[in-house]
């Protein structure tokens, strides 16, 4: 919700209030750039865990309704400290970094050209496997996306072999 009653122009702070009721400051540039609410976050919501990307909701939804009985935590911060795991699964040594492209940006989040590779590694030295998946991917190729998770996972899609299947003539 907008609070503010005055605009300057679109780098001058506003304040909002989110649906929780906590109140902050950006820029109109910010928060128009970001996707509106869903891009420019609370700070307060964000540090609670309270935000779920767009993305990271969706892989969230897959995994419940797939898997509702393996072990996940979200955003892990401990495994691989002070870097965030967005899901790890402990008894399967596997852990998805969803990557929204505008936040995981060298030049819009501030993260070195490395960054991805040096959480692969840190994953990896602790014998984790870490599944990389940007925003556009899911988009454009979530079954995909879905099929590498649930193959990580142990449970590929169920096969029907040849010799299973009968020929017709259509």
Not at 37 to 48: E, F, M
Not at 94 to 102: D, H, K, P, R, S
Not at 114 to 131: A, P, Q
Request: glycine share 4%; with cysteine; hydrophobic share 30%.
């Amino acid at each position: 919700k907008l609070l503010s009653k005055e605009y300057i122009n679109n780098r001058s702070n506003i304040e909002l209030q989110c649906p929780e009721g906590h109140i902050y400051e950006t820029t109109y540039h910010n928060f128009r750039d970001n996707g509106g609410l869903q891009g420019n976050r609370c700070p307060i919501c964000y540090q609670q865990n309270n935000y779920v990307s767009k993305p990271e909701q969706i892989l969230r939804d897959f995994i419940s309704e797939n898997f509702p009985d393996i072990i996940v935590e979200y955003n892990n911060r401990t495994v691989i400290s002070p870097k965030e795991l967005d899901f790890y699964f402990p008894t399967k040594s596997l852990a998805i970094e969803v990557c929204g492209l505008y936040w995981h940006g060298e030049l819009s989040s501030g993260k070195t050209r490395n960054y991805h590779y040096t959480k692969m590694m840190e994953c990896f030295n602790k014998d984790i496997r870490l599944i990389t998946i940007f925003e556009d991917e899911l988009y454009e190729y979530k079954e995909v996306v879905f099929s590498r998770i649930r193959q990580a996972l142990g449970e590929p899609i169920r096969k029907i072999y040849a010799r299973k299947c009968n020929i017709k003539e259509v």
